[in-house]
């Protein structure tokens, strides 16, 4: 199970996509350890840099992800702007039969404690991600790896035709564990462009450029990532000069950002979706009436338009237009508009009436009175479920909103009706990442108890299936059961923003929100 991020930033499974829009003090770094001529750069985010520690794999079965965005890890593999996946670490890959693949390794790669990467090291490091991540260790399609020289061989349980697409998740962090090291020492035993110089969780992280680096030179010498309290912090701090970029800038700081003309804001669409998160196993909330009717209730186009500056696009299907499998033209979407007489009678005809004259409604003793949790730095989706409150009020549902700095442990405990979450919800570009994610009924992070025998099935055939096409038919499938069950109501579709001082050259946003600092980001002297 996840572990509780800490408290002065919680981020919720695949970095939630933060929305808050407070105030607080923020400050501008030194540049200790700078010389006079170093280029330095200053990236600032309010949630990004969450990582609690330095360790790969351990503890927190996402911190290669969170890693990686100080531009000192690597996978063998990266995906690009359509999520097709390119040789990283590794020079390419062949598929020898089905259960078998080889991948063959650069020669050039050295950790940054000198030692050299080979398929033996490769082979040490993923088999201690399993034996220490929990995510990984579900992985039950890995059988097992062997290493000859610079050539990984892969064996897996069955069929897998998107293996390059699986080893570009960060989960598969390539780190030196061919002996036992302290990853939390002040050093880093990683491979990309740049090196750890110090580490302040939640506070400040400082990298220093690789000399030794494989590939081309680092542009900078050294760069800070700065945890910034909140949006209008953020927003006043690349105004001033304090930082030179917000990764990412989210929809409360949009407008002020856009009238600046020193201000590039470069924009992807995501995979990324808002979504509510039922608890099938409670009552009120386990008819499908209830989660219909509340569904009807989402105002989705002035959640885009009002709340979030058109930072997101409205949704009444699972995954964004941007995915080959996503969209709605292929589903029969039932609920299609805001509709608040819909949903009362809906509730009408499953039998709910007022009983007691106090305003909500109940059935067979039970009263839809309903607690949803929502995260207190999450502002857009708290106005959204405030929003949502006061419609709901007016067909009977009272919703009472609990804000609270980490959701995780509630989540996992089912101590809630209805979780507002929000996930990269195909961040390595396949269709049976989130499904396995959230639809599969024995995964972990399945918080709500849905549990459909088909999907089961179907998901297990996406995972055995070679044909793109035929995957995706299989998602197909998969997302109008979803949306006839209505475990979760995805409302919402991000695109990913990211502000930066007009000073920065070479930076790409990439819509998995994989990677931040690379060694081509520049910044002009």
């Not at 750069?41 to 949630?47: D, Q, R």
């Not at 995706?472 to 475990?487: A, F, G, H, R, T």
Request: hydrophobic letters at 35%; aromatic letters at 10%; a negative charge.
């Amino acid at each position: 199970m996840k572990k509780t991020i800490a408290k002065l930033v919680s981020l919720m499974m695949i970095v939630l996509f933060l929305t808050s829009c407070g105030k607080a003090d923020t400050k501008a770094p030194d540049n200790t350890g700078a010389t006079a001529g170093d280029k330095v750069v200053k990236l600032g985010s309010t949630g990004f840099w969450c990582n609690e520690d330095m360790e790969p794999a351990a503890g927190d079965v996402w911190n290669g992800w969170y890693i990686g965005y100080y531009g000192i890890s690597q996978q063998l593999f990266k995906l690009n702007e359509d999520f097709n996946p390119e040789p990283w670490l590794a020079l390419g890959s062949e598929k020898i039969d089905e259960c078998t693949w080889e991948i063959e390794l650069r020669d050039d790669v050295y950790f940054h404690n000198g030692e050299k990467m080979t398929a033996e090291s490769v082979k040490n490091c993923f088999e201690r991600t399993i034996k220490v991540n929990e995510r990984a260790a579900a992985e039950d399609w890995i059988e097992g790896f062997s290493a000859e020289g610079q050539i990984l061989t892969v064996k897996t349980s069955r069929n897998i035709a998107t293996l390059p697409n699986s080893f570009s998740d960060p989960l598969w962090v390539v780190y030196y564990a061919d002996t036992e090291v302290d990853y939390n020492d002040g050093k880093d035993y990683f491979t990309g462009p740049y090196v750890l110089e110090s580490f302040s969780a939640f506070d400040e992280t400082v990298v220093v450029k690789n000399d030794n680096y494989w590939g081309e030179e680092p542009k900078l010498d050294r760069v800070h990532f700065i945890t910034i309290a909140d949006d209008e912090s953020a927003a006043m701090a690349l105004e001033n000069g304090e930082i030179d970029m917000i990764y990412p800038v989210n929809s409360g700081a949009v407008g002020a950002i856009n009238d600046n003309k020193n201000i590039i804001l470069d924009t992807v669409v995501s995979n990324r979706g808002d979504f509510l998160d039922f608890n099938l196993k409670h009552a009120a909330t386990g008819d499908i009436a209830v989660r219909r009717a509340i569904s009807m209730c989402i105002d989705r186009e002035g959640f885009a338009e009002k709340i979030c500056n058109n930072a997101v696009t409205p949704s009444y299907g699972i995954y964004s237009e941007a995915l080959p499998f996503g969209g709605t033209d292929k589903l029969d979407v039932s609920i299609k508009e805001l509709d608040v007489d819909g949903a009362k009678k809906e509730l009408e005809n499953a039998g709910y009436k007022d009983s007691n004259g106090d305003g909500t409604l109940d059935k067979g003793g039970v009263e839809l009175d309903i607690n949803m949790i929502v995260r207190s730095k999450d502002t857009g989706m708290i106005n959204m479920c405030e929003d949502l409150s006061s419609r709901l009020s007016e067909i009977g549902i009272k919703l009472n909103i609990t804000q609270m700095e980490n959701t995780a442990d509630t989540l996992a405990a089912g101590d809630y009706d209805i979780a507002s979450s929000s996930y990269a919800m195909a961040p390595i570009g396949t269709a049976d990442y989130f499904a396995r994610l959230k639809f599969k009924s024995d995964s972990e992070l399945n918080y709500g108890g849905f549990a459909n025998n088909e999907v089961d099935s179907l998901i297990k055939q996406m995972e055995e299936t070679e044909n793109t096409d035929e995957i995706n038919e299989l998602s197909y499938k998969i997302q109008q059961i979803i949306l006839d069950n209505v475990p979760y109501v995805f409302y919402a579709h991000t695109n990913f923003v990211v502000a930066i001082s007009d000073r920065i050259v070479g930076y790409e946003n990439n819509p998995t929100e994989y990677y931040c600092l690379d060694e081509y980001l520049d910044i002009k002297q």
